[in-house]
């Protein structure tokens, strides 16, 4: 047994702090560096613009990827969003219910959205045809007298409040969506928004066919007041400017979310989708 001399301690006491000087340098740097480079990777992402809300949709529904969007595809993924929230959300989760009413919603008014973006008629959706679902995204961001969806539902207010009073009531509404000159006039106005057909004409024919498809033709008082009785905060049995104002921001706040959400996912979506595509062709 060999005892080192008190110069040999000596040496040893000093190179101990030494290496431990040099193993934390070394793991401080590399952690800096691992640090710093996930830093970068997380602000390339964040950088990275979204891509646009038609493009995105045209990639999550075109299952097939032959460039055309089918109702029978829309449905599919309307079902596989469903079971999604059922089996992920939880019940009582509330944002999983709301979720799960936006997808309810949207099922329920997909064939005649489909039908409206469907300029040509040829029962599938282009990535050209879905670019309005960007433009309708844009226009719910435009301010007051910008030429966005505020301004064009106010014009239709306008259009419906007979007595010029700030207020629909349900006698108003009831006349007015049976109004063909009304229907005209705000045709016309949506169609400077979003020309999904050649002519304002043509759009008023379609819009006047989806308000006849949804009631138009049997709508009654009864029927009308319980439609809006949702946006009648102060219960008085008609809607104010200011209430249908309110809403809307509501609405249009949680459209652009969704969007938001859809842009993010969406490509990853589309990619467990192909995937899928594949194993039951296999």
Known sequence: LTIPSQSTKNTML?????????????????????????????QQRQQQ?????????????????????????????????????????????????????????????????FALLDSNGDDGLTKRELQYATKFEKSLKKKKNEGGMRDFLGTVFDLLDENGDDSLSVTELLEGSANSDIIRKATVEFHKLFPLRNSPNELKDFVKGTIESIGGNTLDEESVAKGIAYLDDDGDGSISRKEVGKYYSVAGKKFIEVSTQIKQVGPMMAMFSGMDMGEREL
């Open 49 to 113: 613009p979204l891509q646009p809300l038609g493009d995105v949709l045209h990639l999550i529904l075109d299952t097939d990827k032959n460039s055309k969007v089918t109702m029978l595809e829309v449905n599919s993924q309307m079902t596989m969003l469903e079971s999604l929230f059922q089996n992920n959300g939880g019940e009582g989760s509330e944002q999983a219910d709301e979720y799960r009413r936006i997808v309810k919603g949207v099922r329920s008014w997909a064939p005649s959205i």
């Open 14 to 42: 000093q190179r101990r702090p030494m290496t431990s000087s040099l193993v934390l340098l070394l793991t401080t740097t590399v952690l800096t560096a691992t640090n710093h480079v996930a830093l970068v990777h997380a």
